[in-house]
Each structure stands twice: as C-alpha cells, then as structure tokens.
C-alpha cells in the first residue's frame, strides 16, 4: 500500500520521550547469599539506586525513603554495597557513607561519619568482622586513595594499604588470610597499566608482607583479582592482547614490606600462568570492558577448576560455563552478559538483548534453563523494533572500525517508498568505553521516527583487545572522527541512508567527538554535544584526579606538543562549525564543567551558528531523572525536525 509522505515535524509518536526514559531502568551489582540473590535497581522515576533482595521467588526493596545506594569514587562510583554476615553494607549515595543495615528492613545505622571521605568497592571481611573498603579522601594537600577496614562491632578505622596513587578491588581468600588488590600510579589509566598486589595477614590481625605479583614493568592492564574456595588467586591480564583470566603458580615470590611509594618499587617474579579457560585457536576476546566503575564482575571461579565468564566479540559479551567437559554457551538468547554472580544451584547475571530491557537472569546449573528475577519487559512490538546490525567498515590507514546500524522498523513510518532515511550517528562515552547490541530506548526513540542510527565503536574502543584500545593514544579527536565520518561514507555508498540528513551527537566523551567531527567536516546537517567536552586544556586544568592525566594520553602533553590542544580543541575552533548544535549540561558536573560548556555556546552564537543550549541544575555527569531524560530527548528531536 502507498504511503503518503508526511512533514517530519508530523511523525506519529508510537514511543514518547517519557517512554523512553522510564524504559531506562537498569541493574548493577549482584550479590549471591543469604539464601538469595540481592541487586541495586536504578528507577530513572525517582532518580534513585536501590537494594533488592530475591528469596524463593519474591523480590522486596530493603531501601527505605531517603536513602539510594551510589558510590561516588573516582566519580564514577561501583562497588556500592557487600553482604555482611548478618545483613549488607552499602554506600549511601548523599553523604557517602557507609551504612549497616539487617535484613528486618530496620533502618540503616551509619557504620563511618567522616564527610571529607567517600568509599566504594565494599567487600566483607569475615574473619575481621569488617568492612574493607576503598577510600577517597577530599582535603590538604589534596585527594587521596587507600585501603582501609571498619570494623562492624564499633567503626574503628584502620588505613591497610597506602602509598599508591589509585586503589581497586579489594579481594580477601575464603581462610581471610590473604588480601589482593588492584593499584596504579598516574599518569596510567586502570585500563593501560596496572599492578596487581598482595598482603598476608599476621597473627596479630596487621596486613604484612605486601608485594606485587605482577604488573610491576608497567606493561599490562590486571583487574578483577579473584580467589577460588580453595584460596587459588585469580586475575584478568591483557599482556597477551586481551583481558582473560589468569591464575597464580607455584614458585619462589621475593616479598617486601610495602614501601612509601606502595608496591610497585617490590621486585617480584611474575605467579601467573597462562590463560585459563582459553582455546588455543579462540584467544582473540575480552573477558571484560575498561574498568571505569568498580565493583565489576566479569567472570566467577568455580569447583574443580572451572570458570564462568563473558566472552565479547564484536560487541557480544556472550556468558559460557568453562569446566572439565569443555565450553557452554549459557543464555544464549542475549547478547550481552555483566555481574555475574553464583551459587551452588543457580547461575546469576545482568543480561540485555535487541528487544528486552535490561533482566536480571537467574540459571540452572545443571540444565542451563533461564528465569527472569526482575526485569526483561518488551516495550515494542516487533513489528516497531529497530534491530543492531553489527557491520565492520574500512577506515583510515587501512584499518576497519566496528558499529551497529539499526534502520527504521515503525509501521507508522511515513516516508515515502524508497525514500532513504535519515541518519544519526551515535558517539559513545568514555572513549574508552563501548556500545552493546541491547535495547536502547534512545535508539528507539530515533528509530520510531523514521532515523535510522549508527552507533560507533570507533578504534579506542575497548571489548576489542588491547592493541584496538590503544590506537586512540594521541589520536583522540582524529581516529575517532575519521571513524564517524567513515561510518557515514560505508552507509551512504550502500543506499542505507540520506546523505544529505546526516547528523551526530555524543555525551561527555562522545559529545567531544562530535563536536569535532563538525568541526572538521561538512557531512553533518546538525549535531548534539551532552555534556560533551570542548576545550580538553581546561579540562585538564580542572578534571578530578582519576583522569587528571588521561588528557595526555589522548592527546599528548601539552608542554610538548601544544599545537595538538590548539588543533583539536571544538572552542578554539568554533568558527568552523557552521552546522547548528544543541548542547545539554548538567549543573552539578564534576568532570565537565558547565563553564566549558556555555563557553562553547558563547563562541557559537558569537559567530552565527543557530545554537540551543539546556542546563539541568541538579544533574551531574550523566542525566540521571526521568523528567530531565525525556526533556533532553523531546529537544534534540525538537531541534532537528526545524533542520529536516
């Protein structure tokens, strides 16, 4: 049947903006114990994070009113809560502070007071009944990073390890005789070099003998140590190209009290072998993203040497069971697998697939059957769901870049037969960071308005080895918008999309790369910067500690190569952008702030370019409230129907 063509400020809205936005409910963090499994659930409604404990087939929120679980460590946060023996710890999201509460639903009690600090990656220490935990402390002579306990039965406070510049993962063996940890020292990123380190516990309770295990020639990326019940220390290395799970041999290891300057000064002879649960001949995945967050959880030791892991391959991160009788495919359904947690009768994870929200899953061991715990509604039908289409793509120096094309599949769509569509292209955070092929209610949003969207996971990217994450090292703002654009041109050339109704948006990262991507190239009719950096040099200048030195890594030292910071930087080349650009800064942003933002508005307007500009003062870095999501939405929208 013909269709009639409609204006594009006309589109039928099958899925609204506030639809979208309240389907942004996710899950992070499982926890198997207490005869059950607990969670945190993000409700975008209230803009809260909270607990949620399943048991015998009922789920209840243990959170009361004014509270919400949120880590705000390297402003990132993770690790937001541990099972304790008789309850949980969790850091509360206000204050930063740890709280103990039962499982009777009591109120939660304050188990730390000291405002100046905030703490992340909760693990329980049983044997000391404590809490130990990463702390961040904010004052003179600046922000600071340790190890440190709480005990339960008082709140007495012991600093455990220190010296180093940055802490992760704090892991105690089942005996609690030993302690591992992740630390690095700037100016690497958790995702370029670190050390994974070790400590023994004396009689007389102290944490002694620290030493370094490996990491110590700065070489490669360790995260996510792990013991098994047997007390065998796990870790995922990339120094073979990708992160995947290592273990500790035997052999003689030198041991060096730690030092000042933390344990990286230790000699050591490497106790790690080679990968486990590793074919030969199917080396080439990553068993994790780039740490941003703590608190992770990407693969899980089991009994009699076996793992539970994530394999991600071109964008899949797969879940399979590695035992004594070989390698099983586990919820094969969905095509992306995180936090993984276990018990003896069941497996647990996070899985998202291209046409279900985010579920929390729970496994069979024995038969692999699924059962969905929370989550995994379908808010499309199929008749209106837009589907990833995974697709390499040449791009420069004889390289190809990944992304996922999803072409518009609403039964209202009303452009006429043979009309090719609009595109928009979809930069991610980061950098180093990626996109899935989950449902995305933004993507929806798009797509149910007759956009097809390519979402990029340009070179930098990580799930893609060591060597594609590297390649943006001074790179940023040049491989990646060689990428964007390059992703346009394969499209174009293929008859998917309207060349001429191309336009780009990104957040925080992401918005950078679009902006320079305007900066450098015509292709875009429009584009969209969310809190989206503009001039990396003041970021530089005022970033937290956590990325304090990334910049230069991105894109050099300043001092040296001071050119680079002028070429690529969107503010001092505004007067390049000719495309009209809507920019969304929350006011509270710590990692950009909203002066840089409104900056770059400044410089636009000055010079002509039609420019919107919406400041949310309650968000910070990633909008979080449903009002403000669906806001941000309906307005990008908004603004690029008056250019079609």
Request: proline share 6%; net charge negative.
């Amino acid at each position: 049947m013909s269709k009639t063509a409609v204006p594009y400020g006309s589109w039928p809205s099958e899925w609204s903006a506030e639809q979208a936005a309240a389907a942004s409910r996710d899950f992070a963090e499982l926890r198997a114990g207490h005869g059950g499994l607990f969670w945190i659930e993000y409700d975008p409604a209230d803009a809260r994070c909270t607990l949620w404990y399943w048991r015998e087939g009922q789920a209840s929120c243990l959170t009361p009113a004014g509270f919400s679980l949120r880590s705000r460590v390297y402003e990132y946060g993770g690790g937001a809560f541990c099972l304790t023996a008789q309850g949980v710890a969790f850091v509360n999201e206000a204050d930063q502070q740890i709280y103990i509460q039962d499982l009777c639903q009591q109120a939660p009690v304050a188990l730390s007071r000291n405002l100046e600090c905030r703490y992340g990656d909760l693990q329980f220490d049983r044997r000391g009944n404590a809490i130990v935990a990463l702390e961040e402390r904010h004052g003179e002579p600046g922000v600071e990073h340790r190890l440190v306990s709480l005990a339960l039965d008082g709140g007495e406070r012991r600093v455990l390890v220190e010296g180093a510049d940055f802490y992760s993962s704090p892991a105690l063996d089942p005996e609690g005789g030993r302690l591992a940890w992740i630390e690095w020292s700037r100016p690497e990123q958790p995702w370029t070099a670190t050390r994974l380190c070790w400590a023994e516990r004396s009689v007389e309770g102290l944490w002694v003998n620290a030493c370094c295990l490996a990491g110590a020639d700065g070489r490669e990326s360790l995260q996510q140590p792990r013991f098994d019940e047997n007390g065998m220390l796990f870790c995922l290395s990339d120094q073979n190209g990708w992160w995947q799970p290592w273990r500790e041999r035997g052999g003689r290891l030198v041991v060096h009290e730690l030092g000042d300057g933390g344990a990286q000064s230790a000699p050591y002879e490497s106790r790690l072998e080679s990968p486990v649960g590793c074919a030969p001949h199917t080396k080439d995945f990553d068993c994790a993203p780039a740490p941003w967050q703590l608190g992770t959880i990407s693969y899980q030791p089991l009994a009699g040497s076996g793992l539970l892991l994530t394999r991600m391959r071109d964008g899949f991160g797969l879940l399979f069971e590695q035992g004594a009788h070989g390698l099983r495919q586990l919820a094969a359904y969905y095509s992306r697998c995180r936090q993984l947690a276990v018990d003896e009768r069941s497996f647990y994870c996070i899985a998202g697939s291209a046409d279900r929200t985010a579920s929390v899953l729970k496994i069979d061991r024995d038969s692999g059957e699924t059962s969905v715990l929370a989550g995994g509604e379908q808010p499309l039908p199929d008749t209106q769901l837009s589907r990833p289409q995974s697709l390499y793509f040449p791009t420069g120096q004889g390289e190809s870049a990944h992304a996922y094309l999803y072409l518009p599949n609403n039964a209202e769509y009303c452009g006429m037969p043979g009309e090719r569509p609009p595109l928009v292209v979809f930069i991610h955070g980061g950098p180093t960071s990626a996109c899935y092929p989950v449902f995305d209610p933004r993507i929806q949003f798009w797509t149910q308005r007759g956009f097809a969207v390519v979402d990029v996971n340009y070179r930098g990217s990580s799930g893609f080895g060591r060597a594609y994450r590297h390649r943006l090292r001074e790179q940023w703002g040049v491989l990646d918008v060689e990428d964007a654009c390059q992703a346009v041109h394969a499209l174009a050339a293929g008859g998917q999309i309207d060349p001429l109704r191309v336009f780009i948006r990104g957040s925080s990262a992401g918005g950078y790369t679009a902006l320079c991507a305007l900066v450098v190239s015509d292709l875009f009719r429009g584009g969209a910067s969310l809190y989206g950096v503009s001039d990396p040099l003041a970021l530089r200048r005022v970033t937290h500690k956590f990325e304090a030195d990334y910049l230069d890594w991105l894109i050099g030292d300043p001092q040296k190569n001071p050119e680079r910071y002028d070429e690529r930087a969107p503010l001092r080349n505004a007067e390049r952008i000719t495309a009209p650009v809507i920019f969304f800064q929350g006011g509270q942003d710590a990692v950009v702030l909203p002066e840089q933002t409104e900056s770059m508005v400044a410089q636009l307007r000055a010079g002509g370019v039609e420019v919107a500009y919406r400041l949310y003062p309650q968000e910070r870095h990633g909008f979080r409230d449903a009002v403000n999501l669906a806001d941000a939405l309906e307005r990008e929208w908004r603004f690029y129907q008056r250019l079609l």
